[in-house]
C-alpha cells in the first residue's frame, strides 16, 4: 500500500471541484460542458483499490470552465485548506488556466496540507478520457508524505510540477504540461509510488502567507509586446483604471523603442512588472542598453520579474497590491 501522512490512521482525502473538462458531458450544444460532481469524477478513478479504508470528503466549490476560474475561488480553496483534517487536498479542475490556480495556491496555501491541482484533456465521453488517472496520480501525491513541506503541486500525466515553473504547452496532447527546457518534472508517479527526486528546496515562505482574505482584488491588465507592437497597447491600460500592470517582453524583457516613453509614462502611473514572453528562464536585468532594453526600463522604475513568467507575474502583482505589500518586495521572492 502507498505511503500516507500518517500509517496509524487511515487516508484522508478531500476533493476540491471547479468544474473543467474533467467534469464535462455531453448538452444541447453539441459539445461538452462541466456537469459532474467531484465525487463522480472520484468515482471513476478507483481510488478505493489503492486504499480500501479511504475516507474521501467532496466539496463542489463552482461548476465552471477553464477560462472562468477566478482567484476569488482559489481563497475558497485555501479556506477549505485551512480548515479541513484531510490529510491531502485534490483539485480539479479545467486545464486551460490549472498552471495559474496551481501557482495561486503555491503562493497562498498556509494550511500546511498539501493540495494537487489536477484535471484533463479527454473528457470523459472520449476513448481514453485521461481525467481518473489523473485524479488517482493527484491523490497518491497529496497523500504522500514527500510532499509535506510543499503547499502545491499540479499533477499531470504522472508527473508532478512545481507550480511555479510549469506550463501548459499543448492544446491537445495528454501531456500537456511541461517545465522545461531547464527544469522539468520533479517527479513522477509508478506503481501507485510517488518518486520525487527533485523536489525543491526550503524557500522563504510566501509573502502572502497568512494574510487575511482583501475585500477585493486589484485589477492588473497584462499586455504581450510583438514585433511593430502600437503604442495604443499600452496607453489603453493607462486610460482603463487599472491598478498595475505586466508587460510581456520580447527576449528578456524588451520593447521596441517607439513604445518606450508610454512604457514609462505607464510606469509612472502605477506598479508595472516587466517580464519575459519566452516563459522560461529568468528576466534580464544588466545586459542590453539599448533604448527599450531592460537596463534602461527597469531604471525608469519598472520591476523585473525575475523567474516568473507574465501570467504568474501578473497573479504575484495582483496578490500584491490586494494584500496592500510593496510590489517590489514581493517580486524580489522570484529573484
Not at 14 to 40: C, K
Amino acid at each position: 500500500m502507498p505511503d500516507t501522512a500518517s500509517s496509524t490512521t487511515p487516508p484522508h482525502l478531500l476533493l476540491a471541484a471547479l468544474g473543467g473538462t474533467i467534469a464535462s458531458t455531453a448538452n444541447h450544444s453539441g459539445g461538452v460542458a462541466p456537469a459532474l460532481s467531484g465525487a463522480e469524477i472520484a468515482a471513476a478513478a478507483g481510488l478505493g483499490r489503492i486504499w480500501p479504508d479511504l475516507q474521501a470528503d467532496f466539496t463542489q466549490v463552482s461548476q465552471v470552465s477553464s477560462a472562468n476560474v477566478t482567484l476569488d475561488m482559489l481563497f475558497d480553496v485555501v479556506e477549505l485548506a485551512r480548515t479541513t483534517e484531510a490529510h491531502g487536498i485534490v483539485l480539479t479542475q479545467g486545464t486551460d488556466t490549472l498552471e495559474e490556480s496551481a501557482f495561486g495556491l503555491w503562493l497562498l496555501n498556509d494550511s500546511g496540507t498539501h493540495i494537487a491541482a489536477t484535471g484533463a484533456m479527454r473528457n470523459p465521453t472520449l476513448p481514453g478520457a485521461d481525467g481518473p488517472a489523473n485524479v488517482r496520480a493527484a491523490a497518491l501525491t497529496a497523500l504522500s508524505p514527500l510532499v509535506r513541506n510543499l503547499p502545491a503541486s499540479l499533477v499531470f500525466d504522472d508527473e508532478v510540477h512545481d507550480p511555479r515553473f510549469v506550463r501548459k504547452s499543448h492544446v491537445s496532447s495528454t501531456a500537456a504540461f511541461s517545465s522545461g527546457p531547464v527544469l522539468g518534472a520533479i517527479g513522477w508517479l509508478s506503481e501507485d509510488a510517488l518518486r520525487l527526486p527533485h523536489a525543491p528546496a526550503p524557500t522563504a515562505p510566501s509573502p502572502f502567507a497568512g494574510l487575511p482574505r482583501p475585500d477585493s482584488l486589484a485589477k492588473v491588465a497584462l499586455a504581450e509586446v510583438g514585433m511593430g507592437e502600437p503604442e495604443e497597447t499600452l496607453a489603453g491600460i493607462l486610460e482603463s483604471g487599472f491598478a498595475g500592470a505586466v508587460i510581456s517582453g520580447v527576449g528578456g524583457g524588451h520593447v521596441p523603442e517607439h513604445l518606450v516613453p508610454a512604457a514609462t509614462r505607464l510606469g509612472e502611473a502605477m506598479p508595472v512588472v516587466l517580464a519575459s514572453r519566452t516563459g522560461s528562464g529568468a528576466s534580464l536585468r544588466s545586459t542590453y542598453g539599448y533604448l527599450g532594453g531592460e537596463i534602461g526600463l527597469l531604471e525608469s522604475g519598472l520591476i523585473p520579474a525575475g523567474l516568473l513568467d507574465a501570467r504568474k507575474a501578473r497573479i504575484v502583482l495582483t496578490l500584491a497590491l490586494s494584500f496592500g505589500l510593496d510590489p517590489a518586495e514581493a517580486f524580489a521572492h522570484f529573484g
